[in-house]
């Protein structure tokens, strides 16, 4: 794996992100590249007011970080500074710096800005080519931060697309795959998808050669029971696609990306959707 990108602005959330990322770029071989984003031209180059024990100035916040974990870290840790809009930097920072993958915390706040809040960390998943791992600043890290990954599969034909790299990721850290098979309706059709989703999954996963299990699950909601049964299995990270089956939560609470990184405690792998056009309609 190349870099991983790590979102930071010095709050609790982006530094839990940030101790998160030093876990799992000390195992998959990683350089950790750390961004901060200055929303105004006109803001001082200093943290907000209130962060207790923290420098004052953003570039010693930086080498504080770098020192502190220079030790223990054998990657390289760099940083920058950009002014504009959080998701675009960061988004693009890693899209032209070819990163594997982005990492930035649920949510945060500062003392003259929200950064990480208002949906920030939603528009950075939404608009990446790259992974993103989000976790919130309470999450408690493993000293093996990945054991056991959930893949829920549902009826959605782009489903099958988030496997691979989950793939990759758990075989860095010989974690095992639970293929959890959403059923969130009877129709036949819908059912025959999952299953055939769910066999293509298993075919990956087998060739891998990682541990795994398959289990299924009916469901109205299926955030709600991905979630359920990560806790139940003792998960360590939920992998999910950018966009999913629909339903009538998606109206009321929101997408599916966004129902899953604001109520997971556990943290959420998110793969960005490919547009796979048919074969018989490209026009030669």
Not at 33 to 56: A, F, H, M, W
Not at 235 to 247: G, K, N, P, R, V
Request: glycine letters at 4%; one cysteine or more.
């Amino acid at each position: 794996m190349n870099h991983i990108v790590v979102g930071i602005d010095f709050s609790k959330s982006s530094v839990k992100a940030f101790e998160y990322a030093l876990n799992v770029a000390s195992v998959t071989g990683s350089d950790l590249k750390l961004i901060y984003v200055r929303k105004y031209r006109d803001v001082d180059n200093v943290l907000p007011e209130g962060s207790k024990g923290l420098p004052t100035s953003i570039e010693k916040g930086f080498k504080n970080l770098v020192k502190k974990n220079k030790e223990t870290f054998s990657g390289e840790i760099s940083y920058r500074i950009f002014t504009g809009k959080i998701y675009e930097e960061v988004t693009n920072f890693a899209k032209y710096t070819e990163a594997s993958m982005i990492i930035a915390g649920a949510h945060g706040m500062s003392g003259f800005e929200e950064f990480w809040a208002g949906n920030n960390a939603i528009k950075i998943i939404t608009h990446a080519n790259k992974p993103v791992i989000t976790l919130k600043k309470n999450y408690k890290i493993k000293p093996k931060a990945i054991e056991k990954i959930v893949i829920p599969i549902d009826s959605t034909f782009e489903t099958i697309q988030k496997v691979p790299f989950t793939i990759e990721l758990a075989k860095k850290f010989k974690a095992q795959i639970n293929i959890l098979s959403l059923y969130s309706s009877r129709m036949k059709n819908i059912e025959q998808r999952v299953d055939n989703s769910t066999k293509e999954a298993l075919a990956l996963v087998i060739k891998s050669g990682l541990r795994h299990i398959n289990e299924k699950a009916e469901c109205e909601n299926i955030t709600q029971a991905t979630i359920d049964y990560a806790l139940k299995r003792n998960a360590d990270m939920i992998s999910i696609m950018t966009e999913q089956e629909f339903s009538s939560h998606t109206v009321v609470m929101g997408s599916y990306a966004q129902q899953m990184v604001n109520q997971s405690p556990i943290p959420v792998l998110s793969n960005k959707t490919r547009i796979l056009v048919p074969q018989d309609s490209i026009i030669e």
